[in-house]
């Protein structure tokens, strides 16, 4: 059977689609915006821009690849395994250049019988799990990895534990493509969503308790004959890339701290890896960013980003922990009619529709972005933003 041609790089097509990219995505009110210190008066309203915020550098070369191979392989079928970035407007400008998704079966699972040798595969920014590639490289197609470095990084800590034999404890949601794709890279994992699940499991290691409950509560989110009492007595922490770092930071804490207890000073390092920094910088610069931007006061806030990106539910969620009437959004149509505002909440998996969010006279709305949202989307809601302020 033939492999697959495996292309990790871009095609030297950038001065090409420079234009393309520029008019799709990029503003001139945003660009002005950070050559004023990230501020802007317009009638009665202030907009504080966060210091960090919208497309990073790897949603940046992902999307490039996309349209450099749609530009290289002009007359070629292009599929793509998932979203290229969680942002609607990208996926919706891709598929417009006829870049399909790869369908699902009835379980939901990637339907890879309809891709010939002669097509073109694209991988997203959030990698893509071993079974899957391993079955594309089978079907002798074209590959094009758009993986972010910062993904590939985290891979590379999960294989360094799977080959000393410790059990990758992976801070981040089971069901995101970035989680499965690193959990693939082991083949011992636990995945956890936050410090609550870290401290249930730490109990568990401390505890002489039955492993019933355990396995019941995270069926779906470990390894194939997962087995507590075995696998917990070596572990080291990894991360999603773009997961909150300072709760992170805490569950590898939490579990140095309980090894030390359980083991002694003497043979920590026998039962925990510490996994360092595998939070993504522009993650880590737009959480920062978010911090500043909260400190000197706000009337309300707007997170701008998909209802699916992980990094940008984390900056609503630090917005909410410091109590600032905050928004999330994934564009500009979820403004209006009137002074309504439909958006999504920490708590809430349905949108949410709150009235009269632009309060009467001199406002200050901070306005920030997750790293899959370009400059045009954000430009459209500071302007609606502020025409409807003004017209109240």
């Known amino acids: 059977m033939t492999k697959a041609t495996y292309h990790r790089k871009g095609f030297g097509l950038k001065d090409q689609i420079a234009l393309e990219l520029t008019s799709e995505y990029h503003s001139g009110l945003i660009a002005q915006l950070r050559e004023n210190g990230n501020l802007l008066r317009n009638g009665r309203v202030t907009i504080r821009l966060a210091n960090a915020f919208g497309f990073c550098w790897g949603v940046e070369r992902a999307v490039s690849m996309a349209y450099e191979t749609r530009q290289y392989f002009p007359e070629r079928r292009i599929w793509i395994t998932n979203e290229i970035i969680h942002n609607p407007l990208v996926n919706e400008n891709l598929q417009r250049k006829n870049v399909s998704f790869v369908p699902l079966k009835n379980d939901g699972t990637k339907d890879f019988s309809t891709i010939a040798p002669n ?69 011992r994992y636990l995945i956890l969503e936050n410090l609550t699940e870290a401290k249930f499991v730490c109990d568990y290691i401390l505890s002489k308790d039955t492993s019933d409950a355990f396995l019941s509560h995270f069926s ?67 959480q920062d960013a978010m911090y500043k931007l909260i400190e000197p006061g706000l009337d309300c806030l707007l997170v701008i980003g998909g209802f699916n990106s992980s990094n940008t539910g984390h900056l609503q969620e630090i917005a909410e922990s410091k109590n600032v009437p905050s928004y999330h959004i994934d564009g500009v149509e979820r403004i209006g009619p009137g002074n309504t505002i439909r958006h999504k909440s920490k708590s809430s998996r349905q949108l949410k529709q709150t009235e009269n969010w632009l309060v009467p006279g001199e406002i200050i709305v901070g306005i920030t972005a997750g790293a899959s949202t370009p400059d045009q989307v954000i430009e459209q809601v500071i302007q609606k933003t502020c025409q409807l302020a003004n017209s109240l």
């Open 119 to 187: 097509d073109v595969v694209i991988l997203p920014a959030f990698g893509a799990s071993e079974q899957e590639l391993n079955s594309l490289t089978g079907l002798g197609c074209e590959i094009v990895d758009t993986t972010c470095p910062w993904v590939s990084r985290v891979w590379n800590r999960v294989a360094k534990y799977e080959k000393e034999e410790f059990t990758a404890i992976i801070h981040g949601k089971y069901n995101h493509e970035e989680t499965i794709a690193t959990a693939s890279r082991t083949k």
């Open 220 to 286: 779906h989110a470990c390894s194939i004959g997962f087995d507590p009492k075995i696998h917990l007595r070596k572990v080291g922490v990894a991360n999603q890339t773009t997961m909150l770092k300072t709760e992170t930071e805490q569950i590898g804490k939490l579990f140095e701290q309980t090894m030390l207890a359980k083991y002694g000073p003497h043979k920590l390092n026998e039962h925990f890896i510490s996994a360092g920094d595998t939070i993504c910088d522009a993650t880590q610069e737009r």
